[in-house]
Nanobody
Framework: VQLQASGGGVVQAGGSLRLSCADS????????MGWFRQAPGKEREFVAA????????YYADSVKGRFTISRDNAKNTVYLLMNSLKPEDTAVYHC????????????????WGQGTHVTVSS
């Protein structure tokens, strides 16, 4: 699994961004996928996750109703659509892959992509 995240940028509060995370490997569909974020001076936190089939999704309370995670196994890609962005969503966003509990600790995630920066201005 080799993950490459993209799609970050600068957006005004209330705006939208879609993050993508592509896997250049051949086992993408075996893994549950997650998005995490880390704001300056804060610990990394769980944002959203999706099961290997796409049939189950999980969200942090702080993003529920605003963010949507999805995946396209034919394209080896997971997405994070972020709507109604707030300044507190500003962070570096990382995608990750796990064979364990996707809602669990980030320690259960086996593979990580490099981060993509999201800045939400007020």
């Amino acid at each position: 699994v080799q993950l490459q995240a993209s799609g970050g940028g600068v957006v005004q509060a209330g705006g939208s961004l879609r993050l993508s995370c592509a896997d250049s490997g051949r086992t993408f569909s075996r893994y549950d996928m997650g998005w995490f974020r880390q704001a300056p001076g804060k610990e990394r936190e769980f944002v959203a996750a999706i099961s290997w089939s796409g049939g189950s999704t999980y969200y942090a309370d702080s993003v529920k109703g605003r963010f949507t995670i999805s995946r396209d196994n034919a394209k080896n890609t997971v997405y994070l659509l972020m709507n109604s962005l707030k300044p507190e969503d500003t962070a570096v966003y990382h995608c990750a892959a796990t064979l364990g509990d996707p809602q669990g600790s980030d320690q259960l995630y086996n593979y990580w992509g490099q981060g993509t920066h999201v800045t939400v201005s007020s």
